[in-house]
């Protein structure tokens, strides 16, 4: 019998974990793995989701101000759900990728 893991995935994941505690910009982590911005928000909600905090506070005040921080934070704190088609419905002038970096950021710090 032959049992076959995903090693890749894993040293991705730990590659993510150990460049977001350097505070390295998320961009150049993902062009340094040659995959897109959005795959790399995806492997990180992976990442907090199987319980794993990420503190990308330091990405998120460059590209964010504090006052729609703010908002969005408000919204996943009093929403039902962490969907992001339903914050993208109700927060219609933030972009997906804000919207998936502050649920990375709520879940880590709410969830987990």
Known sequence: MVVKSSVNKSKIKIFIIQQVDRKVDLEEIASSKSVSFEE?????E???????????DYYIDEVLDESRQEELYEHFLNSETDSIEDAMASLSDFSEDDVRLMRIKFLSEYAN
């Open 40 to 44: 790399l928000l995806t492997e990180m």
């Open 46 to 56: 992976n990442i907090v989701y199987s319980g794993t905090k990420l503190n990308i």
